[in-house]
């Protein structure tokens, strides 16, 4: 497929948004510097940020707007070295921001005042806070900024994830910000929502009339969704050493995504519609519990060993004691309805692996018959495989005639889409898309709390099996692609991971 449908045939433009002020709690942390603030930078580049907005970067510690705007420039250029960084640009985009030192706990503080003067006069514009805090404080920050004033008609506010690290926590988290602010003020960040190729999934399934008619049970053997990291956790270790890999990456971002893989057709794109078919479809889980949690469910641990020729230390090494936090897991899913029931889906993600690459791939039942002899070469079963990155794409392996003589040789050759090669050369990544759909009032982007309490009744149901049945940590070698244990959940029902694309 060679069809160029880029922004340069026109197909593809930034739309302009309103005027708005966004105000990271957190301006000075990781995420802020790494992805908010570059991702801000990319959408005033393509002329996105309106000229009277702010960008009020807010953390206890103290410094001045110009050192914060040279922190925000020094982790741009530390990230992005690619991009190169005009002064006459940098400046000018620097005007927009600004920095107040608060700590965003205390209601007293007369630092809220400087916030106050930096948006004063600015009421009927839009507000947006963005809480890049550590989690577990939401509640407390949304009620201090109401208490301070600092809340108008037109404020909505986006929390990061993790929402809890159970269904109790995330429904404490939900209730304390849901007294302040309303369900549709709210914007629950998974950043998987916003990836492209995640989008993509929707136009897939339901633009296309060849796929829905066989996007069910008759004739989808299974589905297989990774996501594998070369990244480790051990840096990390005060957050994931509480919350492993089911809690980190399957509670959001791999159910979310068998959520757009195993939804009906919503009745438009609109957030509730949306959200209503993810939610049927979390309901929907089958239990992971003592019963099945040895069978269905794999952990593991990486253990020293080397990541794309880099020497890496075993997890509990990095954390410095011993643990049973996974940093691998791979699941069997069961999603008991009439679309899927008799369609198994697998699950894994892990850190330190073999490489990093994100996929689904649907694969299709085989053909009932098959009149070729068997020297002809082994026929394989039709397979969509959605890449969400990198070398974002997708593909669909089929089997072919090889060409020539020699008789009926099969080929299993893939049909190729490749988003390097068929669009434009950048579009906006997660955050930028993200942050431009909380101006836009986008939600069917963001969770609503009945999907992130969903997502964690059934991980709890695991987590309690888990620890109540000590189910057992395998190590893995860091650099390898899990606990050959991942392999057997597959190979006992007779398929294997498909790495092959
Ligand atoms: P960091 O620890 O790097 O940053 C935390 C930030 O919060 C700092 O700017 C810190 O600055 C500030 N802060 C802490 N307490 C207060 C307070 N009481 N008042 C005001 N500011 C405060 O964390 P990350 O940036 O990595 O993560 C932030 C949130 O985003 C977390 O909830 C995390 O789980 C989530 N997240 C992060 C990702 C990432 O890639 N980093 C990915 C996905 C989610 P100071 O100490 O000066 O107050
Ligand atoms: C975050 C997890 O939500 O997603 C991290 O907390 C993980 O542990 C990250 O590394 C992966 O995101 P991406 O976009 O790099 O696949």
Not at 9 to 14: D, E, I, M, N
Not at 107 to 132: F, N, P, T, V
Request: charged fraction near 30%; charge should be negative.
């Amino acid at each position: 497929m060679s069809t160029k449908t880029s922004a340069d045939s026109g197909s593809s433009k930034f739309l302009p948004v309103e005027p708005f002020d966004i105000i990271v709690f957190g301006g000075s942390g990781d995420l802020a510097l790494r992805k908010l603030m570059p991702a801000l930078y990319h959408r005033w580049q393509d002329q996105q940020i309106p000229a009277t907005s702010k960008i009020i970067g807010s953390a206890r510690t103290k410094m001045s707007s110009e050192e914060y705007r040279q922190l925000v420039r020094d982790k741009f250029e530390e990230f992005y070295p690619e991009d190169k960084l005009a002064e006459e640009t940098w400046n000018a985009f620097a005007e927009h921001i600004h920095y107040v030192g608060v700590d965003a706990l205390d209601q007293k503080s007369d630092d809220w005042d400087d916030l106050k003067d930096l948006l004063d006069g600015s009421d009927e514009k839009l507000r947006i806070y963005y809480l890049a805090l550590p989690p577990g404080i939401y509640g407390q920050v949304s009620a201090n900024v109401d208490a301070n004033g600092l809340k108008t008609d037109r404020t909505r506010i986006v929390l990061e994830k993790p929402i809890g690290s159970d269904l109790e926590s995330a429904r404490e988290v939900n209730d304390s910000v849901g007294e302040v602010f309303d369900e549709e003020k709210i914007f629950r960040i998974d950043h998987y929502l916003g990836k492209e190729t995640v989008q993509n999934l929707l136009i897939l399934r339901f633009a296309n009339s060849l796929l829905e008619p066989v996007w069910n049970s008759r004739h989808i053997d299974h589905v297989q969704i990774t996501v594998a990291e070369t990244v480790a956790a051990g840096e990390r270790a005060s957050y994931y050493d509480k919350a492993g890999a089911l809690r980190d990456m399957v509670q959001n971002h791999l159910l979310q995504l068998l959520c757009l893989v195993a939804m009906e057709p919503p009745i438009d794109l609109e957030a509730d519609s949306v959200r209503a078919e993810k939610i049927k479809v979390l309901k929907s889980l089958r239990k992971i519990d003592s019963g099945t949690v040895r069978a269905d469910t794999v952990r593991g641990q990486y253990k020293e060993g080397s990541v794309k020729g880099k020497p890496q230390k075993g997890y509990a090494e990095e954390v410095g004691h011993p643990t049973d936090t996974e940093t691998f897991t791979a699941l069997k899913v069961h999603i008991d309805n009439w679309r899927w029931s008799e369609t198994p889906f697998y699950l894994r993600t892990g850190k330190c692996m073999s490489g990093r690459w994100s996929e689904i791939v649907i694969q299709f039942k085989s053909v009932d018959h098959l009149m070729l002899a068997p020297e002809s070469g082994r026929v394989q079963p039709s397979r969509l495989i959605i890449r969400l990155q990198p070398d974002e794409g997708v593909k669909l392996m089929l089997m072919t005639k090889d060409p020539g003589p020699g008789g009926m040789r099969l080929r299993y050759v893939p049909l190729n889409l490749s988003y390097a090669e068929t669009f434009a050369p950048r579009y906006p990544d997660a955050y930028e898309r993200l942050l431009m759909a909380v101006v836009r009032n986008n939600l069917g982007l963001f969770m609503h709390r009945d999907e992130v309490e969903a997502a964690w009744r059934w991980v709890d149901t695991i987590l309690g099996a888990w620890s109540r049945d000590d189910v057992p940590v395998h190590l893995y070698t860091a650099g390898t692609d899990g606990p050959v244990q991942a392999s057997v959940l597959l190979d006992r029902d007779g398929r294997e991971w498909f790495d092959g694309a």
